[in-house]
């Protein structure tokens, strides 16, 4: 099996399913209880939160543990909001973000909030000129993501960051799901910052929200005031140990991992450059683990499904938008044509991946994608 579709998920890392399931099965007690069962369980936990800030790469800090990235980006967004809708209502954020962050702007939209989407250039990157230009005196919460999930076009980030700090008193929040681990991240400029840990050979059902310190949030869930009164609801002991040892993991192997990504997006890259059927579509700056390419002779559920009858599995599009048969928003804002977008796949790989599986990718792209278009115009 040739798996290349590491932006929708990741294998868990084998180590990472080896400390989940060792904490669920001998440090089962609540966190919360006040016997030394619950206590051993609360100080697994507070280990592991540490970890994690150590890790971020992200100073003064907190970490508020979630249950992913679309629970992350809904509480940075909602919460900043509505606690400082007192000093303006005015928002920004970018056209091309993941639907967990644009769909809580459209709401915050039916709430009275003012929210601006700043347009992006072919290669999926904003201007810093516009953005200076859109921030006013009531703009309190930016959202930029740090790379795009169907693109992998990259965001200049820290200087976004401190062209918000200088010039008004806006919050700065990145999802930065799809950069963590992948290429080199500098989120001294973030106020707030979130991470998904299944995409970076984690578990499921486990995400954090980095905080600055300071920084109050309205939460999302309320009840026993776990997490400080930022989350409550029992915490996630299993998960969030394998969350540190999937974060502990990835920053250690980022140095070689980020390299054999860059080959292999040459070499796909290459590649796809020699097949005529094929148009590439991510900018030659992109995030090395992601590569979108349109075949638009042929449909891109056509080439996926063709390709999986070849033990080859890549997607269409963002999987958390795919199935709902909606046009690219992110290549549409690219000003990608509607004939390139029908035939748009996106190729996503992770740090586990080896040059044998692109070559062999390469084999089989040319096994039954060729073929198809036979008689096609």
Same mark, same amino acid.
């Given at each position: ?169 806006? @919050? ?15 989120? $001294? ?7 998904? =840990? ?81 148009? @590439?579509?991510?900018?030659? $700056? ?48 690219? #000003? ?5 977008? #029908?035939? =748009? ?18 084999? $089989? ?13």
């Amino acid at each position: 099996m040739i798996y290349l579709d590491n932006s929708a998920t990741t294998k868990p890392h084998s180590e990472v399913v080896s400390s989940y399931i060792k904490v669920n099965e001998q440090y089962y007690a609540n966190p919360s209880s006040n016997h030394t069962f619950g206590e051993q369980a609360s100080s697994l936990f507070n280990r592991a939160k540490k970890q994690c800030e150590e890790l971020i790469g992200m100073p003064d800090s907190r970490v508020i543990f979630t249950s992913g990235g679309t629970e992350s980006n809904n509480l940075a967004i909602k919460g900043i909001a509505y606690t400082r809708a007192g000093a303006g209502k005015h928002l920004i954020t970018t056209e091309i973000e993941h639907p967990s962050v644009l769909e809580v702007f459209k709401n915050l939209e039916k709430d009275g909030f003012d929210v601006t989407y700043l347009p992006v250039d072919r290669d999926g990157v904003i201007s810093l000129e516009n953005l200076k230009n859109e921030l006013r005196s009531d703009t309190i919460l930016v959202s930029i993501m740090y790379v795009n999930n169907e693109t992998g076009s990259i965001q200049p980030i820290h200087e976004a960051g401190e062209l918000i700090h200088s010039y008004s008193q806006a @919050l700065f929040h990145s999802d930065a799901v799809q950069a963590f681990g992948k290429i080199k991240t500098d989120f $001294r400029s973030l106020d707030l910052m979130t991470l998904s =840990a299944h995409k970076f050979h984690g578990m499921k059902g486990s995400g954090l929200l980095a905080v600055k310190n300071g920084i109050q949030l309205a939460p999302e869930m309320l009840g026993g005031g776990q997490q400080e009164g930022d989350r409550s609801g029992t915490v996630n002991t299993p998960g969030t140990v394998a969350l540190a040892k999937a974060m502990r993991l990835t920053v250690e192997g980022q140095l070689a991992a980020s390299e054999n990504l860059k080959k292999y997006h040459i070499m796909l890259r290459d590649f796809f450059t020699h097949q005529a059927e094929v148009t @590439l579509i991510s900018p030659e $700056r992109a995030a090395p683990h992601i590569l979108s390419v349109s075949v638009p002779g042929l449909t891109g559920e056509v080439v996926v499904h063709a390709l999986a009858q070849k033990d080859v599995y890549i997607t269409t599009s963002s999987a958390c938008s795919s199935k709902l048969n909606k046009k690219s928003h992110v290549l549409t804002a690219c #000003r990608v044509s509607d004939r390139a977008i #029908r035939g =748009a796949v996106r190729i996503s790989m992770s740090t586990m991946q080896s040059a044998e599986d692109i070559q062999e990718f390469m084999t $089989r792209w040319q096994e039954v994608i060729p073929p198809l278009l036979k008689g096609v115009k």
